[in-house]
């Protein structure tokens, strides 16, 4: 059984930064894509970013690519999201996710492994 388990959420001021990690359980963990999505109240999930199995390809939505960075580390079976110049409407439960295969993907029927979220929250 996968287990992923989110941490480095929290307040932070707009403009400010924060690193989130994504710890997997499992011996398999580079043999997958991984991602993050998000989900503000009253609003749908969203997709985040994406990074193959190898951390050479990635995919960001469009209204992140610049200021969010995601990464991988096969060896600690962690996958991280770098955000930075945070804004309000980037509040939201940001989850990360394991691939059913080993390539990056947007959509989230791609992906079969949920992890129960991590809080962050940007004020102004």
């Known amino acids: 059984q996968v287990q992923l388990v989110e941490s480095g959420g929290g307040l932070v001021q707009a403009g400010g930064s924060l690193r989130l990690s994504c710890q997997a359980s499992?011996?398999?963990?580079?043999?997958?894509?991984m991602a993050w999505f998000r989900q503000a109240p009253g609003k749908e999930r969203e997709f985040v970013a994406a990074?193959?199995?190898?951390?050479?390809?990635?995919a960001y939505a469009d209204s992140m690519k610049g200021r969010f960075a995601i990464s991988r580390d096969n060896a600690k079976n962690t996958v991280y999201l770098q955000v930075n110049s945070l804004k309000p409407e980037d509040t939201a439960v940001y989850y990360c996710?394991?691939?059913?295969?080993?390539?990056?993907?947007?959509?989230?029927?791609?992906?079969?492994?949920w992890g129960h979220g991590t809080q962050v929250t940007v004020s102004t």
């Open positions: 996710a394991r691939g059913r295969t080993a390539a990056a993907s947007s959509d989230h029927v791609e992906y079969s492994y």
């Open positions: 499992g011996r398999t963990f580079s043999d997958y894509a």
């Open positions: 990074i193959s199995w190898s951390g050479r390809a990635t």
